[in-house]
T-cell receptor, first 117, second 110 residues
C-alpha cells in the first residue's frame, strides 16, 4: 500500500499570503489529522477530519482551516501568513478516529516544510 | 489539565547500555498511551502502544498507574536507536486527538 503523501514538500511564502497544503491518506483510511511541528512548540494538533467532517480542532487561530473530500483526501489552508507559521506541517491518516481503540494507529506523511518570509 | 510530559529533551547513552526514556502523564481515567519514533530523515511512526503490550525493536513500555508513567525501556541500546521519541495520549479532556509530549532526542554513542 502506498503511504501518506503530502504536497508540496517545500514552500516559501511571504507574510500576508495564504497557502494550501494537500494530503492523500492511505487507501481505505477515513481519518486525516494535521499537526504543526516546530523546534519550540514540538508537535501540536491542528485538526482532524473524518468522513468529510471536522471532528476536533486544536488551539490555533481561525486562519488555519481545512477540509476533507469524499475520497478522504484533505487540504489545509492558512490565510494571512505570519512569520510564526513557519513550520513542518504533518498529515496523518488512520482507519478509525484516534481514541476509538481499534484501527486508530496513525500513519504519518513526510510533511510540508513551510517557510514564511 | 490532562497532558503528557517528557522531562528530558536530550538523552545520551553508550551502545550496549540500558536506556530509559521517561514519560509522565496527567489523566483522569484509564489512559491509552503510545510511543512514536522519528528516525533521521524518516517519517514519524508508531513504535508501540501500551494496550498491545508487545516489544518492538527490543523496546518495552509499562503503564504504571501509581506513578502515572509510561517509560520506554531497552536493555541494550544500539546505534540505530538514535532518534527522536515522542510519548502521546490519544484522548485529552474527552476529545479524541493525539497529544504529544515535547519529545526526547536519544543519541547512542559508539
Amino acid at each position: 500500500k502506498a503511504g501518506v503523501t503530502q504536497t508540496p514538500r517545500y514552500l516559501i511564502k511571504t507574510r500576508g499570503q495564504q497557502v494550501t497544503l494537500s494530503c492523500s491518506p492511505i487507501s481505505g483510511h477515513r481519518s486525516v489529522s494535521w499537526y504543526q511541528q516546530t523546534p519550540g512548540q514540538g508537535l501540536q494538533f491542528l485538526f482532524e477530519y473524518f468522513s468529510e467532517t471536522q471532528r476536533n480542532k486544536g488551539n490555533f487561530p481561525g486562519r488555519f482551516s481545512g477540509r476533507q473530500f469524499s475520497n478522504s483526501r484533505s487540504e489545509m489552508n492558512v490565510s494571512t501568513l505570519e512569520l510564526g507559521d513557519s513550520a513542518l506541517y504533518l498529515c496523518a491518516s488512520s482507519l478509525a478516529r484516534v481514541g476509538s481503540g481499534s484501527g486508530e494507529t496513525q500513519y504519518f506523511g513526510p510533511g510540508t516544510r513551510l517557510l514564511v518570509l | 489539565a490532562q497532558r503528557v510530559t517528557q522531562p528530558e529533551k536530550l538523552l545520551s547513552v553508550f551502545k550496549g547500555a540500558p536506556v530509559e526514556l521517561k514519560c509522565n502523564y496527567s489523566y483522569s481515567g484509564s489512559p491509552e498511551l503510545f510511543w512514536y519514533v522519528q528516525y533521521s530523515r524518516q517519517r514519524l511512526q508508531l513504535l508501540l502502544r501500551h494496550i498491545s503490550r508487545e516489544s518492538i525493536k527490543g523496546f518495552t513500555a509499562d503503564l504504571n498507574k501509581g506513578e502515572t508513567s509510561f517509560h520506554l525501556k531497552k536493555p541494550f541500546a544500539q546505534e540505530e536507536d538514535s532518534a527522536m521519541y515522542y510519548c502521546a495520549l490519544p484522548r485529552i479532556q474527552g476529545a479524541q486527538k493525539l497529544v504529544f509530549g515535547q519529545g526526547t532526542r536519544l543519541t547512542i554513542n559508539p
